[in-house]
């Protein structure tokens, strides 16, 4: 099974950038649909971004769509998040995810069936 590890969280002021990156190992990164979640206190996880396996189909929540940038580097195994324009309403613990089983996945987190620990974002105002 792959591991992940999120990395690159942090506190930023509202209008800010922060890149999220999520370094997988022990599994087969170039074949795996991978996704962006995250979760608010008191909220259900929500996808935030998910990618196909070559990188060629993305999705975004409304919420982010113009401000964030889902992107993988399958030779590095590693897949990031770039987030500009950062409101308070994006802070939350944010997680990388992989579905194993598939190139292409949707956006429940029943999809994924492997999951980083977890990256706070917080974004003052």
């Known amino acids: 099974q792959v591991q992940l590890v999120e990395s690159g969280g942090g506190l930023v002021q509202a209008g800010g950038s922060l890149r999220l990156s999520c370094a997988a190992s022990g599994g087969t990164f170039s074949t795996y649909a991978m996704g962006w979640f995250r979760q608010a206190p008191g909220k259900e996880r929500d996808v935030v971004a998910r990618i196909s396996w070559s990188g060629g189909s993305t999705y975004y929540a409304d919420s982010v769509k113009g401000r964030f940038t889902i992107s993988r580097d399958n030779a590095k195994n590693t897949l990031y998040l770039q987030m500009d324009s950062l409101k308070p309403e994006d802070t939350a613990v944010y997680y990388c995810?992989?579905?194993?089983?598939?190139?292409?996945?949707?956006?429940?987190?029943?999809?994924?069936?492997?999951w980083g620990q977890g990256t706070q974002v917080t974004v003052s105002s």
């Open positions: 995810a992989a579905n194993s089983r598939a190139g292409y996945s949707g956006s429940s987190t029943r999809n994924y069936d492997s």
